[in-house]
């Protein structure tokens, strides 16, 4: 790292001051330190009514009957609905297949799922009307896990599925299976002369976004409503609200608010439609925030998955061929569950060139809680199980472990199981060479303090387990391919409206987009293309809402790449029109406003020789300029549902790690020492924004490694540590140093050459903190995440 | 967020869950919390169902006249354990006792021989100042939560909850520690093995209040270990804690998170005590060798009757109580023969 604690290598600056490749501050970032900025909870409005949803209490039940009566006949309650009071016929909703019941309809399908909802003058009155709702259960026997799923007998958790998925899967309790079938795995395997099997656990984790679901409601007078938001795409939530309200979409006004972090877990609705519902038919505005228990039960987690793999390779380290099954666990509803399949078996195999490869993914439906989008998105669970194998691999041939990787590399023209030839830089040998090349961390950091140890540094830090006895070291690696984008055949575009106007005297740029800011620092990077574009200093960032056109999801990777490309391709858009009204006013006084290429810089326009032609402010005078327009990457299409062949993906992100850990072999304890990461980012718009993604990747990886995990019961498919007291994540002492090296190796299909990069580095770290474990334990460790139980043989 | 106004005898107070705040109505929303300045008023208002009074007494005699007015009266002080059990609902006391107006709760003084700590000593106060006289409580103050929260807690919470996972109680069972309880009826010194009754139960009676604990200074070295799956702020999944007592030539143990109730490994230390004092150790400061230490060990883990849960398997949980009996008492042992060899050179 360099002295500013900025990834090295990368290109700073531009032309323009403050545009790309510059670490420009972001707006909220100081806002956000100092608990100034306004998220969706903290929103209020004279008169408004508070929200609550009942849960259900058990995972699998028909309802016998619900009995409203005492919770609305509760002083301060305006309202309490069930799926009876619904609207309109339209009572479900999904982001893929609307199988998700808005109300519960006489059946419940997983624990936490919403009964009822009630409006009342306080949330505590709400909370206690809401328990006051008696709703009789007829439990059923839960479904929770493939074996009984697919039993001759097992119960359908969705009778009478429609939706397009239901011809090609082989039970209705799977949502989607996905086969990537390429070259012939039975012959590949005669010259393999070692084989590697390995059947592997993945937990399941949770986004533990800090700010809870959250939104207000506002009834119009034109029958509509308003809604303040925290989502990750406002159109796909309109498009899910509106036919369940019986409104128009263009009465359905959606702003985003504050949002506290997302992870995946905002792309399904939470309390969207029920803030509607009880704003509309209460007439006032209704908020509803979760607490973190609820949030718990509020949004869907990532999958967990039973990975069983099969590798084998030459004498020489050459891989032969690729055996795969992978289960995803998607819970009671489908989410997005069917992309998750696409992704895992799309990228099963991993950055690594293999000719004969037999993948097969599934998602189920159980009665367990609901799995969709979560960071890494199928392609984290892939890389848990072909990282070990890779290891496994290169001990049974001994050879060492990135050397064996190096060896089997994908690159640039690498055709994928799915036939698609990579094609832009694909730097996978070169990333684990730059992350083995850092330099490693001292040994015994704690000793260096003098005599006594110093207990921060140890496993178990301040609860003093250990003084460093037992404590052995680790170090391992991993590496991951994820796509950015959404896949196949998806149309994947946003939209962008750019206005160029003088206010001030000074020539300023208005981005209006609908792009969800999650915390990803997309606000900042449409500041820095719009500099960047049209030569100025001032942009105005709009609020993201429905009043401009789609732009996608955040998630994906995808925001820089699709929302940043149709950003800069409406001020391309407006620069021409800028330069067009130049032409008419002043082309007679300079033969170049014919003749030369010209350009936007420093609020004036220039040759491309550097020539001042006219100031901005004098081009537009008292004209605005505005370009609202979609833009989309090159089209993909979906797979073969038999092979699975196809251009499935826009593009491949990479990212490799290096995991030095610490572990107490006595206790089972894991200090992470440090995890290095080397990624090929494309281009860095703004580098610091990279280096906060590719840590914060690191460190949700690191979490699922060590000690994150929603714990479901077996037998009643419960959730049972819905807290931050008992679901873990990383806190600061937990998190090591992160060294980040960056490559920029320009995709020259992608706008600025840049790369999708948030999600490439969760996947390599936690395989790689686990080889770490396997290197100081000796253990083979084949599930995630490790407890002290599972390394002192006590689980 | 707590806005109060005068209203004719008392004070009420809003506890919203948004930082705005919210108009206050008549007649209020059950989350109501009534204050009063005088307790004695209680009769005169009826209260609604689901609202908790809360009672602000400004002395020690006036908290203890109307906890055995209201012997259900739920004692807070950091409310950290308190206030995340009414957050959630858990619970819901029909009246709360806000001890923070008590200020001598908040005092400690160091006698000849004995620490005595008021039960309301924030976790901080102990790891900064009580040190050198209470190693074991003030290494187990820093495992408490995080710095938020041991800014705010204190002893006398963790053993009115009487939690098998509280933090202090392996320090204080090793260390001897004595829980002074008063009532409008008197005080009595509770020794620490008897404190703890069951599954957060103690043995106080409903109508007393804990002021203070009393701990002996450290008189020899003390060690506390505690097992948690994240590196801070981590409830236990299990702790221990070790005294050496060179003065009575006796060692105590104290095992957290491991039994229904925190509990002596009194065999282990039976056990110990009989080594020590049959090869001479006291006086001739000799390694304890590793067969020792392992049976003791083995000990601690027999002692413990431990559970499945969430945090972590039973057999985890003595095993682990195993490792960190073993440590802790080669750290202790280890310190007491540096001093012993110190003293015998000074001698």
């Not at chain 1, 877990?265 to 209460?282: F, K, N, P, V, Y």
């Not at chain 1, 959404?486 to 409206?497: I, L």
Request: net charge negative; aromatic share 6%.
């Amino acid at each position: 790292m360099g002295t500013t604690g900025l990834p090295t290598n990368i290109t700073q600056g531009s032309r323009t001051k403050g545009g790309i490749g510059e670490s420009t501050l972001r707006p909220d970032g100081t806002l956000k330190v100092t608990g100034e900025f306004a998220y969706s909870s903290d929103m209020w409005h004279e008169d408004m009514l508070w929200g609550q949803i009942l849960r259900s209490t058990v995972a699998h039940a028909e309802i016998v009957s619900i009995d409203t009566g005492e919770a609305l006949a509760t002083p301060g309650v305006y309202a309490v609905m069930t799926y009876d009071d619904l609207p309109t016929d339209v009572r479900n909703y999904g982001l893929e297949i609307q199988d998700t019941p808005v109300l519960a309809h006489g059946k419940v399908r997983h624990h936490g799922e919403p009964v009822a909802i009630v409006a009342a003058d306080h949330p505590e009155t709400a909370r206690r009307a809401a328990a006051k709702i008696k709703v009789e259960y007829r439990e059923l026997p839960v479904i929770t896990d493939e074996a009984s799923a697919t039993a001759p007998d097992a119960i359908l958790v969705h009778q009478n599925r429609t939706d397009h998925h239901i011809g090609h899967v082989p039970h209705p309790n799977i949502v989607h299976r996905q086969p990537i079938v390429r070259g012939d795995v039975a012959k590949a395997r005669e010259r393999a002369d070692v084989i590697v099997e390995g059947e592997y656990v993945f937990g399941m984790q949770d986004q533990a976004f800090l700010g809870p679901e959250s939104g207000l409601a506002v009834p119009a007078e034109d029958g509509g409503v308003d809604l303040y938001i925290a989502t990750q795409w406002l159109h796909s939530d309109l498009r899910q609200i509106a036919p369940v309200l019986g409104l128009p979409e263009d009465k359905v006004r959606m702003t985003l608010a504050g949002v506290g972090g997302a992870f995946g877990g905002r792309e399904d609705l939470s309390m969207q439609i029920h803030a509607c519902l009880l704003a509309l038919r209460t007439g006032k505005p209704v908020k509803i925030v979760y607490n973190r228990f609820e949030s718990f039960f509020g949004h869907v987690h990532r999958h967990p998955a039973k990975l069983h793999y099969e590798h084998g390779a030459t004498k020489d380290g050459r891989l032969t061929h690729l055996k795969a099954r992978i289960v995803l666990d998607g819970g009671a509803y489908a989410s997005a569950s069917p992309a998750v399949v696409g992704n895992a078996s799309s990228l099963g195999a991993g950055p690594y060139v293999i000719e004969d490869v037999d993948i097969e993914a599934i998602a189920l439906y159980t009665n367990n809680p609901p799995c969709g989008a979560m960071r890494g998105f199928g392609a984290v669970q892939a890389c848990f199980a072909y990282e070990a194998q890779m290891d496994k691999l290169a001990a049974k041939l001994g050879m060492d472990p990135v050397e064996f990787r190096r060896l089997n590399a994908m690159s640039q023209g690498t055709a994928l199981p799915t036939g698609q030839v990579v094609d832009s830089p694909a730097p996978v040998a070169e990333l684990l060479r730059r992350v083995k090349a850092m330099p490693m961390p001292p040994e015994q950091q704690w000793r260096a303090a003098g005599e006594a140890a110093d207990v921060r540094e140890l496993p178990g830090g301040l609860s003093n387990t250990t003084h460093g006895e037992g404590v052995v070291r680790g170090v391992g690696y991993a590496v991951g391919i994820k796509n950015v984008g959404f896949s196949e055949g998806f149309d994947d575009y946003s939209t962008a409206r750019v206005r160029m106007e003088v206010v001030g005297g000074e020539p300023v740029a208005t981005v209006h987009t609908a792009m969800a800011e999650v915390g990803q620092g997309g606000i900042t990077v449409h500041a820095q293309i719009a500099r960047t574009e049209l030569g100025v200093t001032r942009v105005t960032i709009n609020p993201a809402d429905t009043q401009v056109g789609s732009a996608g999801s955040t998630s994906a990777s995808r925001q820089t790449y699709v929302t940043g490309g149709a950003v800069r391709n409406a001020c391309e858009l407006v620069r021409e029109r800028v330069l067009e009204l130049g032409r008419r006013k002043f082309g007679t006084y300079h033969p170049a406003w014919a003749t030369a290429e010209l350009l936007l810089e420093g609020g004036k326009v220039v040759t491309d020789a550097g020539e001042v032609l006219a100031d901005l402010v004098d081009v537009l005078g008292d004209e605005a300029v505005e370009i609202e327009e979609q833009w989309r990457h090159r089209p993909t299409e979906p797979f073969d549902p038999r092979t699975g062949q196809g251009f499935g993906h826009v593009q491949y992100s990479f990212a490799a790690h290096r995991a030095v850990v610490e572990v107490d072999t006595e206790l089972g304890m894991v200090k992470v020492v440090e995890l290095a990461c080397a990624q090929d980012v494309g281009k860095a718009l703004n580098p610091l924004s990279v280096l906060g993604q590719i840590q914060g990747g690191t460190t949700q990886g690191l979490g699922i490694a060590v000690m994150e995990e929603i714990i479901v019961d077996p037998k009643t498919a419960k959730v049972r540590n819905p807290s931050f007291t008992d679901y873990l994540i990383p806190t600061i002492l937990d998190t090591p140093t992160i060294p980040v090296d960056v490559l920029e190796l320009a995709d020259d299909h992608a706008p600025y050459g840049l790369r999708g990069i948030g999600e490439a580095p969760t996947l390599s770290s936690t395989p790689a903190v686990l080889a770490a474990i396997r290197a100081a334990t000796g253990l083979e460790l084949n599930r995630t995440p490790v407890r002290p139980e599972h390394l002192t043989g006590t689980a | 967020m707590v806005s109060v106004t005068d209203r004719g005898g008392g004070e009420r107070c809003v506890l919203a869950s948004t930082p705005h705040e919210q108009p206050m109505n008549e007649p209020g929303p059950p989350h109501t919390i009534w204050l009063k300045r005088n307790h004695s008023e209680t009769t005169e208002t009826k209260k609604r169902a689901g609202q908790m009074d809360f009672l602000r007494p400004a002395s020690w005699e006036e908290a203890l006249a109307a906890k055995a007015e209201h012997p259900t009266a739920v004692p807070i002080a950091g409310g950290t354990d308190v206030m995340v059990e009414i957050n959630f609902d858990h619970r819901r006391p029909e009246y709360l006792l806000d001890l923070n107006r008590v200020g001598d709760l908040y005092e400690w003084e160091v006698g000849e021989e004995t620490v005595r700590l008021g039960a309301s000593v924030p976790y901080t106060r102990i790891m900064e100042h009580l040190r050198p006289e209470l190693p074991g409580l003030a290494l187990a103050s820093h495992t408490v939560a995080s710095p938020q929260i041991r800014n705010r807690g204190g002893v006398g919470g963790n053993l009115g909850t009487a939690s098998p996972a509280g933090d202090a109680h392996p320090a204080l069972l090793a260390a001897g520690a004595r829980v002074e309880a008063e009532s409008v009826r008197g005080s009595r010194l509770i020794p620490i093995d008897d404190f703890y009754t069951g599954v957060k139960r103690n043995a106080l009676a409903p109508d007393e209040l804990i002021r203070a604990v009393h701990i002996d200074k450290a008189d020899g070295p003390q060690q506390y270990s505690k097992v948690g799956t994240r590196n801070a702020m981590v409830i236990a999944v299990c702790a221990f804690g070790l005294a050496l007592h060179p003065t009575t030539r006796t060692v105590r143990t104290g095992i957290g998170s491991a039994a229904p109730t925190p509990v002596r490994a009194r065999a282990a230390e039976e056990f110990l005590n009989a080594e020590l004092d049959e090869g001479g150790f006291w006086d001739n400061g000799r390694i304890i060798t590793p067969s020792v230490a392992k049976q003791f060990a083995e000990l601690c883990s027999a002692a413990c009757n431990p559970i499945d849960d969430v945090r972590g398997t039973a057999s985890y949980r003595r095993h682990a109580v195993g490792v960190m009996a073993r440590r802790t008492l080669m750290w202790t042992w280890e310190s007491y023969r540096g001093t012993a060899a110190r003293t015998e050179g000074v001698a």
